[in-house]
């Protein structure tokens, strides 16, 4: 059977940007270069709030080939769909924070009602050769809702965040109707293979599915459904680009000047507890402790947008590293000298790009993250006859592409000192060593090869295509 070539529609939250002005990131990349290749569009939230909600009208943008279209939501869709289900049940809960995943009936009910607007809305849109490609997980009941409104095309899902064990999904009160709901997309993709093993074992434990060739799931009732991990890119040439840029080397030349030739350690986050910047933090004060000979030889500095403040959450954690940084800031400075400042403002990309490349450390260390950029960014931004070092988070997605950082447990502050210690005096022979076999794979991995692989994965003939649909 030949490859049907049809017209990409990209499902997501938040849309765009399309063009980069340098503020696109990695996934906006991907997706808008596949989406000018085969001519498409692009649906989801307006990031407006209105009376009509999901019902208002929909507005348009052209870019050439491709159509933006996104819808509003009304208060309570937002309430319920976005801060209720999507991010205090389901985000923590994938995170493995069943700690501090609340679920709620109402909310239950918005989220889905919310996905049903959304295929609705979408539904009359779309043609029977459209390759449909949903993202992450606002949008879990959305291809399931697209068949229900009489979608009978290719749909594919990919999650963004971790995929938790089963032990930990089956609290969630609805885990059983939300995987069933996925298993109604034809490709489901994951960051990671533990991602999907987790997947898996789901479907095998709760629902009697079988595992085959650890690509794909059987169901009971005989369907089958690709399950495989495609761990994610960035646009590697495009970024390495922008640490060229004047803007990256003025932000570079400002951060040498304010270390005065110190070391410059580095984090950029969301300001998110999934994060680990906490633990970073303590890490880096357990440095100063153990090893008075880096006091007033190394600064922290953490950028940390704010994000989802309205939740308690978020506010909780700001308060705290606020807290956490006077403190070490309060036992360590000296008149010239200020250990660790946080920022929450955002920089543009190509600012950041020459942030990275005047940081001689830099730290990612989340509790849990389903791949992480932040630790392919600045790998594709450093200089390769001078390189940085990165110290990265066994539990981020992107260690399996990163073996050569220095893995880190970022609930071991000893663990997070003594990398600290090790990267702050790694020779640069050994810096170039470990930065060279990073720097193949992220620019070998990118967005666009992300994007290529699953979308040929989506439009290959499977077994359904024999089959006659039997739901
Ligand atoms: C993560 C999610 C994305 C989300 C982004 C920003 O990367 O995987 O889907 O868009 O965070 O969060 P926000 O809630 O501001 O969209």
């Given amino acids: 059977m030949a490859e049907r070539g049809g017209r990409l529609v990209v499902v997501s939250n938040r849309v765009g940007p399309l063009s980069d002005e340098g503020k696109a990131g990695g996934l906006a990349v991907g997706l808008a270069d596949a989406l000018r290749r085969r001519g498409g569009l692009w649906f989801g939230w307006s990031g407006e709030v209105s009376e009509?909600?999901?019902?208002?009208?929909?507005?348009?943008?052209?870019?050439?080939?491709?159509?933006?279209?996104?819808?509003?939501?009304?208060?309570?869709?937002?309430?319920?769909?976005?801060?209720?289900?999507?991010?205090?049940?389901?985000?923590?809960?994938?995170?493995?924070?069943?700690?501090?995943?609340?679920?709620?009936?109402?909310?239950?009910?918005?989220?889905?009602?919310?996905?049903?607007?959304?295929?609705?809305?979408?539904?009359?849109?779309?043609?029977?050769?459209?390759?449909?490609?949903?993202?992450?997980?606002?949008?879990?009941?959305?291809?399931?809702?697209?068949?229900?409104?009489?979608?009978?095309?290719?749909?594919?899902?990919?999650?963004?965040?971790?995929?938790?064990?089963?032990?930990?999904?089956?609290?969630?009160?609805?885990?059983?109707?939300?995987?069933?709901?996925?298993?109604?997309?034809?490709?489901?993709?994951?960051?990671?293979?533990?991602?999907?093993?987790?997947?898996?074992?789901?479907?095998?434990?709760?629902?009697?599915?079988?595992?085959?060739?650890?690509?794909?799931?059987?169901?009971?009732?005989?369907?089958?459904?690709?399950?495989?991990?495609?761990?994610?890119?960035?646009?590697?040439?495009?970024?390495?680009?922008?640490?060229?840029?004047?803007?990256?080397?003025?932000?570079?030349?400002?951060?040498?000047?304010?270390?005065?030739?110190?070391?410059?350690?580095?984090?950029?986050?969301?300001?998110?507890?999934?994060?680990?910047?906490?633990?970073?933090?303590?890490?880096?004060?357990?440095?100063l402790e153990d090893e008075p000979a880096f006091r007033g030889q190394v600064q922290f500095l953490q950028v940390a947008p704010l994000s989802r403040s309205e939740l308690e959450a978020y506010a909780d954690l700001r308060t705290e590293l606020e807290g956490l940084a006077g403190n070490i800031n309060g036992r360590f400075a000296t008149l010239d000298w200020t250990p660790i400042q946080i920022m929450v403002n955002g920089f543009t990309r190509r600012a950041l790009a020459g942030i990275y490349r005047a940081a001689r450390v830099c730290m990612v260390t989340p509790l849990r993250d389903g791949m992480n950029l932040v630790a392919k960014e600045y790998v594709a931004a450093q200089d390769p006859a001078d390189p940085g070092v990165l110290i990265l988070s066994r539990f981020a997605g992107a260690r399996a592409e990163m073996p050569e950082a220095l893995i880190v447990n970022p609930y071991s502050t000893d663990d997070l000192a003594r990398a600290l210690k090790k990267a702050l005096e790694m020779p640069l022979d050994e810096r170039r060593e470990r930065h060279e076999a990073m720097r193949a794979r992220v620019f070998g991995n990118t967005a666009h090869n992300w994007c290529e692989t699953f979308l040929a994965v989506l439009d290959a003939p499977t077994e359904r295509d024999l089959q006659p649909r039997s739901w």
Wanted: charged fraction near 30%.
């Fill in 52 to 287: 009509a909600g999901t019902g208002s009208q929909l507005k348009r943008e052209e870019h050439g080939d491709t159509s933006l279209v996104t819808i509003d939501m009304t208060k309570d869709e937002i309430e319920g769909f976005y801060f209720g289900y999507a991010n205090r049940s389901l985000w923590p809960l994938l995170h493995y924070r069943l700690d501090i995943a609340s679920f709620d009936r109402a909310s239950d009910r918005t989220y889905r009602d919310v996905n049903r607007r959304f295929a609705e809305r979408l539904a009359p849109l779309l043609s029977p050769d459209d390759l449909v490609w949903v993202h992450d997980y606002h949008f879990f009941y959305l291809g399931s809702e697209l068949r229900r409104a009489g979608f009978d095309g290719r749909l594919g899902y990919f999650l963004h965040i971790p995929f938790c064990p089963p032990e930990m999904l089956t609290a969630l009160p609805a885990s059983h109707d939300l995987v069933r709901a996925m298993l109604d997309y034809d490709v489901i993709g994951f960051q990671t293979d533990g991602d999907r093993r987790n997947f898996v074992a789901f479907c095998v434990q709760e629902f009697g599915a079988e595992d085959i060739d650890g690509d794909r799931v059987r169901t009971a009732d005989g369907r089958i459904v690709r399950a495989s991990a495609f761990p994610i890119g960035i646009d590697a040439e495009g970024f390495a680009e922008f640490a060229q840029s004047d803007e990256a080397r003025e932000h570079e030349a400002m951060v040498r000047d304010i270390s005065h030739g110190r070391h410059q350690i580095v984090g950029v986050d969301r300001m998110d507890y999934s994060k680990g910047i906490v633990e970073r933090f303590r890490g880096f004060e357990q440095l």
